[in-house]
């Protein structure tokens, strides 16, 4: 459990912090995703990165029981299977962030869910059990 929590301690208000920069510059959204999506060589950098914080995760916590830390786990998950596409598929993948970061509404929902996640995760981390 003590590294569910210090995972949780780094996700949870590094989700909390995107979320807000995501729903504080929702205007600025659509025009970000456009330079995204004439930028496939950023797409692939930002896979390499996000592979290697996903295998991070998953080397010291890669667990399926025990509740609330399983979010964890699917999170590292998620993090390798976005970075090797990102890595595998760049230009398609910056098609796709193109054509989403116009739709704010995606953006407000996605936003959203990662503030709901990291408060979640900083609750578990830094509350009192």
């Not at 999506?37 to 399926?64: C, K, M, Q, T």
């Not at 999170?75 to 116009?102: K, S």
């Not at 704010?104 to 578990?124: E, M, N, R």
Request: no cysteine; proline share 5%; hydrophobic share 60%.
């Amino acid at each position: 459990m003590p590294t569910a929590r210090t995972i949780a301690g780094l996700i949870g208000p590094t989700l909390l912090a995107i979320g807000a920069a995501m729903l504080l510059n929702l205007g600025s959204f659509p025009a970000m995703a456009k330079q995204i999506g004439e930028d496939p060589g950023l797409i692939f950098v930002s896979g390499v990165l996000l592979l290697v914080a996903g295998i991070a995760i998953l080397r010291v916590h890669n667990i399926w029981t025990g509740g609330w830390p399983v979010v964890l786990t699917v999170l590292g998950w998620l993090a390798v299977v976005g970075g090797i596409i990102r890595m595998f598929f760049p230009f398609r993948a910056a098609a796709i962030a193109a054509t989403l970061g116009q739709r704010t509404g995606v953006i407000a929902t996605g936003a959203i869910v990662l503030l709901l996640v990291g408060a979640f995760l900083s609750y578990k981390a830094y509350s009192r059990d």
